[in-house]
DNA sequence: AAAAATTTATCGAAAAACGATAACATTGTG
DNA sequence: CACAATGTTATCGTTTTTCGATAAATTTTT
């Protein structure tokens, strides 16, 4: 729920590993890794661009908003 | 160039006004008004979540890439 | 002109990115 | 097993930025 960041995806499309990706977007991989997992709670745009730029997508590509699921959700 | 922000675009699309939009995310409408106008460097996925929310949209619909325009760029 | 809506601009506080660094877990290779 | 490569997690500190509150200025609508 909330905001999902699919970041490790798009790398997975790319074959692009975590320090490749980090080293290029000028990045630790410790704060990459961070980003990947769901850990950030906010993304300045100019490290949202490095990465559009590095994996050549957009920003929808990146991110992506799932609603909440309803209470009495079924299994 | 770099990350554009197309609140506007999705606000006219769903005939919603700043004041509205604001008080329904729990946003100021200077700050809302920041985003809109491009002016934000950053955003919170909160926020982020609750303006996809509210217009019922994906993050993709908010932000967009523009690579940067080769130098030569004819006229 | 008047009213309403929006943008712009400060100020301050709270939050968070991000770098640097280190510890730890995984996985693969000889 | 030892070793290296890769990725995750966690702290600490600095810098950056959001965002609220507020007010002024601008634009749009009636």
């Known amino acids: 729920m909330g ?3 699919n970041v490790d995806v ?3 499309r790319r074959k692009i590993s975590s320090g490749d990706l980090a080293a ?3 990045l630790t991989q410790a704060n990459l ?3 990947k997992t ?3 709670k906010a993304i300045r745009f100019s490290t949202l661009e490095a ?3 590095e994996l050549n997508c957009q920003p929808g590509d990146l991110l ?3 609603p909440e699921e309803s ?3 079924a299994k």
Do not use: F, T
């Open 71 to 73: 209470k009495g959700d």
């Open 64 to 66: 992506e908003y799932e």
């Open 33 to 35: 890794s961070i980003l």
């Open 24 to 26: 290029r977007i000028g």
């Open 10 to 12: 798009m790398m997975a």
């Open 51 to 53: 990465i559009c730029k």
């Open 3 to 5: 905001i999902i960041v």
């Open 38 to 40: 769901n850990k950030a």
